[in-house]
């Protein structure tokens, strides 16, 4: 230590002098300056660390605050950079940052977490990253400015899980159909027909047959299946949906009113006035003493309260009502039972206002207005003859009644007083939005609007009597009248939105600006809601032959039909790029899917599609495929076809068709004839033979077709050759023919018969098969009668030994010989088979009109499947794996047993799950196996509870939007709009293209209860 002695300074020194005074001011200053420094550097320090500790706080904050979110709804958390809110009570995201005391700026950001196949958590945009749907991470980051001036942030992150979930999760539906609500884990509600449910934790598209499969054999075509190729087209409300194979054409949905499937089904009486308690539970009452009831499901007859009318009803909560009507009768709910309260005499009552269960208000004809204290009814005033149509109470001081004659009284709280006398007009509705803002309603068009001072003229919209106003809001409303027409107010003008017929609609009710109900007369009721278009329409892209002077067959396509809903199509063509005068009208409608005969003719070709919906505005027919044939061989009828080889193949036809198939296409070959033939055989490759009308016998040399002969005007219809030197021939009136050395000849003449068909087991023994049930025999020598069936008529024939004949005929019958006896082997029903081939004991095939096509296995004959509504006429097969058959309009179709045939589309509706409360569907995913060309998406709904069951249901939705799929099988988050209901259930779709299924193995929906 240094130690500093100071002098003792002298006592003779009175004073300090002006330097030493000086000097003592300059030091003192110094110091002082020095440590006021000191106490602003302390300061300031600590005001920093105070402001950095409140920005960790709202860091910690806002951390907490997202682990809230998430415990509300797991689907809150959704990738991107919010602000928080706190405005509604609870937490909430709300815009991209939030400010705090108007210094503090708040950033919440959510992002993916990505985990390897350790489940190990690594950045997203490593090759073998995958996303975690059931974790994110959040980072807050609060930036502020100092006092210095300086810009500060903090910041945090956590990783958050929903761990607090449950699943849903379905691996069997090997129970099958008809369970609404969730109870045996292997059952569901319904499906499409074309599912496969059978094996435990499979299902898949059923199975069409083990066979094999039949296609289409004939000429070329272009097939619009993907959602490029609609999307190339133009739409008139409707729109894709899907991706790639799977896409197809819908029509779009729109908010709109539409009838709802309860329309006249719940009553046919008229419904004169409805009120909805909420969206689930709504009232309305009419004619003959009816009450109705909706349960957020469907309307239904509640009570029949006899035969008066009911023309007013309110609700004062779900559990407390009033209804009244004609005679005077007053009814009253009780929240299990509607009841007769008091009769008040003869008057009819039209109209009720609740203000409380204590404060009610009625009016009627003869001018009266009774009030209800909550104990009784009492006559509160009369006001003469008036017939009061409609009353609303604005509150206990402020009220209105309207009626006949253009009279409008105002009650100020003491008493009932005219305000306005309008003219003639008949008002029948009246809507207070406020004290300030109401409307009325009535006849030859009429509506006045209130300002808060006077009722003035809105408009008069024509003739029509308007029966009943609802205000959503002050910008938002309804009303409805006579001839079906509906108008909407939105804040600047009332504007026709649908005439829906000749309806008359006497009541409204809405529950928002998006749902709401009209009823009317004769139990007409239509529902305002998010709903697919009635009808929409889709024009193709223009399809190009590439030539002139094509021939447009046919055009067939696939789709998904709810109850009631149709899909038809119309084709133009012509010769320019772009259609123009030039180009033919549309055709007609055609609605056989299966094939529709088009027959025009140009380069160029377009379809257009219409849809209409059915009876569920909530569902949409789905067009998915459409194939358009062209330059097919011919569009006549084909008759008959005989196989050399799988390379060398003809068909005959009418107005002379022959066609002949290369192994490659199918090619229109000249004909010397324009008679209808009816039957060919070619037993050489260069040698053939074919029969038709006007007893006309063609004949092919290897090079052409000729005719042989002609025996004048009877009508040859099948013919069989033995070989090239000996062959039989059958028609009309009986006659047979014979060739032999060369010649053609009539060999008997049996009577009256048409017979049908002709075939051979030797030249010493064969069959014939006609109309009246005849079948007949050739011993050698003579045709002889071997059985008579009946009435039949037996259309073709088929031998496979002595002892092994079949025929096949109308009304479904098919026959069988067994070397002693013809018997009955099948009756498949109505169906009239035209042609029958047997490979061996057990394979054969039968074909014939609407399109089936049935096999036998040595068994039973049954359906293989169903082409549609063509009629084939003739089949035959160049090994039991391959074949062929011909039918009307040209068609062809081809058998390939190295195909097993699956349908191509199916659907499948789960039961209704009770997730037990109001609940958060977090995230949908399934297990799947499928092969090339197939896929399988998913579809969500969710309903509240309505006393344990649900009530009514959401659109589908698949991740974003009503109408939407899920399509990812590892899992999507579900979208917020099906947030908090209590009921589940899930729809799957299957589609294939075939050859093959798609196999569901499980369905898992993640929730947080």
């Not at 082409?867 to 062809?892: C, F, H, L, R």
């Amino acid at each position: 230590m240094v130690m500093v002695k100071l002098k003792r300074a002298s006592r003779q020194n009175k004073g300090m002098s002006l330097i030493e005074v000086i000097l003592a001011v300059g030091l003192f200053s110094l110091f002082a300056t020095a440590l006021v420094g000191l106490l602003i550097i302390s300061y300031g320090s600590n005001l920093q660390a105070a402001q950095r500790d409140q920005a960790s706080f709202y860091v910690q904050e806002g951390l907490e605050a997202v682990g809230a979110i998430r415990r509300q709804a797991w689907n809150y958390l959704i990738d991107g950079s919010y602000g928080l809110t706190k405005e509604n009570g609870y937490w909430e995201f709300s815009g991209e940052s939030d400010l705090i005391d108007d210094r503090f700026t708040r950033v919440v950001t959510i992002s993916s977490v990505c985990r390897d196949g350790g489940k190990n958590i690594i950045e997203c945009d490593q090759p073998d990253a995958k996303i975690d749907l059931y974790s994110k991470k959040v980072a807050v980051d609060v930036s502020y400015t100092a006092i210095t001036g300086v810009e500060n942030d903090v910041d945090a992150s956590s990783y958050l899980t929903a761990w607090q979930t449950k699943d849903w999760q379905q691996t069997d539906w090997s129970a099958g159909t008809g369970q609404e609500n969730w109870s045996n884990q292997s059952a569901y509600s319904t499906d499409s027909g074309t599912i496969d449910f059978e094996n435990n934790g499979e299902l898949k598209l059923a199975k069409i047959s083990d066979l094999g499969s039949w296609s289409s054999g004939g000429g070329n075509q272009f097939t619009d299946t993907t959602d490029s190729d609609f999307n190339a087209g133009s739409f008139n409300q409707t729109v894709v949906y899907g991706s790639d194979v799977l896409a197809g054409v819908t029509t779009n949905q729109g908010v709109f009113w539409a009838s709802s499937k309860d329309s006249r089904i719940a009553t046919t009486y008229s419904i004169r006035a409805v009120d909805m308690v909420s969206a689930t539970d709504g009232w309305a009452v009419g004619d003959n003493g009816v009450i109705l009831h909706y349960d957020g499901s469907s309307w239904s007859l509640f009570a029949d309260l006899g035969d008066l009318s009911i023309r007013t009803i309110k609700m004062v909560s779900a559990t407390d009502g009033w209804a009244a009507g004609s005679g005077g009768r007053i009814y009253h709910y009780d929240g299990s039972a509607w009841s007769e309260f008091i009769v008040t005499g003869g008057q009819a009552w039209y109209a009720i206002s609740v203000l409380s269960a204590d404060d009610v208000w009625l009016s009627g004809s003869s001018g009266q207005i009774y009030h209800y204290d909550g104990s009784s009814w009492s006559k509160f005033v009369d006001t003469g003859g008036q017939a009061w149509y409609a009353i609303d109470m604005v509150s206990t001081i402020d009220g209105w009644v309207v009626g006949n004659a253009g009279i409008i009284y105002h009650y100020d709280g003491t008493s009932w007083t005219q305000f306005i006398d309008t003219g003639d007009q008949a008002w029948r509705a009246i809507d207070m939005v406020s004290a300030t803002d109401g409307w009325v309603v009535g006849s030859a068009g009429s509506v006045y609007h209130y300002d808060g001072s006077a009722w003035t003229e809105s408009i008069i919209t024509g003739t029509q009597t308007w029966y009943a106003i609802d205000m959503v809001s002050s910008t938002d409303g309804w009303i409805s009248s006579n001839g079906g027409y509906i108008y909407h107010y939105d804040g600047n003008a009332w504007t026709q939105f649908i005439d829906t017929g000749g309806q008359s609609w006497y009541s409204i009710g809405m529950t928002s600006p998006t749902s709401g109900w009209v009823l009317g007369n004769a139990g007409y009721i239509y529902q305002y809601n998010s709903f697919f278009n009635k009808v929409g329409t889709f024009e193709s892209k223009i399809f190009d032959s590439g030539k002139q002077d094509t021939i447009w067959n046919s055009i067939n396509w696939t789709v998904n039909l709810p109850l009631g809903s149709k899909v038809t199509l119309a084709v133009r063509t012509g010769d320019t790029i772009t259609p123009d005068e030039t180009w033919t009208d549309f055709t007609v409608e055609l609605s056989n899917a299966d094939s529709s005969a088009v027959n025009l003719t140009g380069q160029y070709a377009q379809y257009r599609a219409t849809l209409t919906n059915g009876t569920d505005p909530n569902s949409s027919p789905q067009l998915t495929d459409v194939a358009l044939i062209y330059d097919r061989p011919t569009d006549q009828n084909l008759n008959d076809l005989a196989i050399v080889n799988d390379q060398n193949i003809w068909a005959v036809g009418n107005a002379g068709t022959i066609i002949h198939y290369d192994g490659s296409d199918w090619l229109s070959i000249d004909s010397p004839t324009t008679v209808n033939l009816r039957g060919v055989a070619m037993p050489a490759p260069n040698d053939g033979w074919a029969v038709g009308d006007s007893g006309k016998i063609l004949h092919y040399d290897g090079t052409d077709w000729t005719e042989y002969i002609d025996f004048g005007s009877i009508s040859l219809r099948s013919i069989y050759m033995l070989s090239t030197v000996e062959g039989w021939a059958v028609g009309n009136s009986g006659r047979i023919y014979h060739y032999s050395d060369g010649s053609w000849s009539q060999f008997a003449d049996t009577g009256t018969q048409v017979w049908y068909a002709v075939a051979m087991v030797s030249d010493s023994e064969g069959w014939i098969v006609g109309n009246g049930g005849e079948i007949y025999y050739y011993n050698g020598a003579t045709w002889e009668q071997s059985v008579d069936t009946g009435d039949q008529a037996w259309y073709d024939i088929s031998i496979l030994a002595d002892n092994d004949v079949w025929v096949s005929g109308n009304g479904g019958e098919i026959y069988h010989y067994d070397g002693e006896n013809w018997l009955s082997a099948a009756d498949t029903g109505g169906q009239a088979w035209y042609a029958i081939y047997m490979i061996a004991p057990d394979d054969g095939w039968i074909l014939g009109n609407a399109g089936r096509i049935f096999h036998y296995d040595g068994s039973n004959w049954t359906q293989a499947t169903d082409t549609g509504g063509q009629a084939w006429y003739a089949v035959a097969m160049d090994s039991p794996t391959k074949g062929w058959a011909v039918g009307s309009n040209g068609e062809i179709i081809s058998f390939d047993s190295s195909v097993i045939g699956f349908e191509k589309e199916g659907w499948l509706i789960s039961s209704a799950f009770d997730m037990a409360t109001p609940s958060a569907v977090n995230v949908v995913s399934w297990n799947q196996q499928l092969s090339d060309n197939s896929n399988i998406k998913l579809q969500i709904r969710t309903a509240p509870d309505n006393s344990g069951t649900p009530g009514s249901w959401s659109s589908w939705y698949g991740t974003s939007s009503a109408g939407g799929y899920f399509t990812d099988h590892d899992g999507q988050l579900a979208p917020l709009a099906l947030n908090f209901n209590q009921w589940l259930q899930y729809r799957v779709e299957l589609s294939g293209d075939g050859n093959s299924t798609p196999i569901l193995q499980a369905v898992k929906i993640n929730y947080l209860p």
